[in-house]
C-alpha cells in the first residue's frame, strides 16, 4: 500500500491529498509523491541542474545557470536516466536527491565531473553513493527521533504549571 511522503500513513484511495495530513499528493508508477516536486524524475533532474548550477558558479566565481533544454535528446535522455536512477533507489527520492548531492559535494566523489544525468561514470558510482546516502539518512532520522523522545521526557517530567 503506498505511504504519504510527508506523514508516511498509508493512503488507501487515490487522491489528490493525503487524508491525515493533507499535503498535495500525486501517483507515480505505484508510489506517491508530493505535488509541488513534480513527477520524480523531473524533480531529480531539476535537483541535478541545482548541483550543477552551484558547482559552476563556485567554480568561475559567478553565477552560471546550468539548464538542459527541455527541447533537446539530451533532456529525454536525462529524463530516463534520472527514472532509473529513481528505479534504483526503490522509488525513494529523498534517498536518490541525497546520493547525487554526495556524488557532488562529498570529496570521495567530488572530483569526477558528470555533464549529465545520464553519463556513464554517474551511473555507475549512483550505488554506492545511494548506499552511504541511504546510511546518513537513517544516521539523521534516528537522531531526530532521540531528540523527539527527550523533548517528550522533558515535557513529561517538568511540571509546567505549578501551584
Not at 493533507?22 to 513527477?39: A, C, H, K, M
Request: charged residues 30%.
Amino acid at each position: 500500500m503506498p505511504a504519504c511522503p510527508a506523514c508516511m500513513k498509508d493512503v488507501r484511495r487515490r487522491d489528490s491529498r493525503c487524508p491525515e495530513c493533507g499535503v498535495p499528493l500525486q501517483l507515480w508508477e505505484g508510489t506517491y509523491f508530493r505535488l509541488e516536486e513534480g513527477t520524480p524524475p523531473a524533480a531529480l533532474l531539476a535537483h541535478f541542474e541545482k548541483l550543477m548550477t552551484d558547482r559552476l558558479s563556485r567554480e568561475h566565481k559567478k553565477f552560471i545557470a546550468f539548464r538542459i533544454s527541455r527541447k533537446t535528446s539530451q533532456y529525454k535522455s536525462s529524463m530516463v536516466a534520472c527514472e532509473r536512477l529513481i528505479r534504483i533507489a526503490d522509488m525513494d527520492l529523498e534517498a536518490a536527491k541525497a546520493a547525487i548531492s554526495l556524488l557532488f559535494t562529498d570529496r570521495t566523489w567530488s572530483w569526477k565531473t558528470f555533464p549529465m544525468p545520464y553519463s556513464r561514470s554517474l551511473s555507475e558510482v549512483f550505488p554506492a553513493a545511494l548506499a552511504v546516502a541511504r546510511a546518513q539518512l537513517d544516521e539523521l532520522r534516528q537522531e531526530e527521533s532521540r531528540e523527539e523522545q527527550n523533548y517528550q521526557a522533558t515535557l513529561d517530567n517538568s511540571d509546567l504549571f505549578p501551584d
